[in-house]
């Protein structure tokens, strides 16, 4: 339902029809936006574990990042030293700072060039995260981001019972 300024609640309850247990944990759950290329502006706040990050921190409490995707053959290339920040590092999904998930999001949204804006904005307990596919952006807004492929930070992925619910609620709008 649209509220008098234009946002719109969003909620999700997910019901889990299998176990996500051993092998088969989720990586991420919540609601996935897809947007026109032109929406490749990153902008977010967002609580964090420390009270301030280095500006070229992907971690960083506030901030933005441009998609910026480039065609390689490889993630890095083989016996050349970056020349770069490691943030601005991109393959075809985008720099390494536009699609990295922001944790604990406050606000966070996607803008395109003729200064359309969608906005999430949450209590700090969704998580966010952009890539570039295609001529598209997918922008997921998650209620659970677990660890990626090392789990050496925060532990193993979460598991979940088949018939446990999977919930989130986030607020959304366009300026």
Not at 13 to 26: E, H, P, S
Not at 89 to 111: E, P
């Amino acid at each position: 339902m649209f509220a008098a300024d234009g946002s719109v609640e969003v909620s999700y309850d997910y019901t889990a029809m299998i176990d996500f247990k051993g092998n088969v944990r989720l990586r991420q759950y919540g609601i996935l936006f897809t947007l026109p290329g032109s929406f490749d502006l990153l902008t977010w706040k967002r609580k964090g574990l420390w009270s301030i990050y280095p500006d070229y921190d992907i971690n960083r409490l506030e901030g933005f990042a441009k998609a910026g995707p480039q065609e390689l053959k490889y993630v890095e290339i083989p016996r050349e030293v970056p020349s770069g920040l490691w943030k601005e590092s991109a393959n075809k999904l985008g720099t390494n700072d536009f699609r990295s998930t922001k944790d604990n999001i406050l606000r966070a949204s996607l803008k395109n060039d003729k200064n359309v804006e969608l906005i999430s904005e949450s209590d700090g307990s969704q998580s966010a995260r952009a890539w570039v596919d295609g001529d598209k952006i997918r922008f997921l807004v998650a209620g659970m981001n677990g660890p990626g492929s090392c789990g050496f930070f925060t532990g193993p992925r979460p598991e979940f019972n088949k018939g446990d619910h999977l919930k989130g609620r986030f607020t959304i709008f366009i300026q």
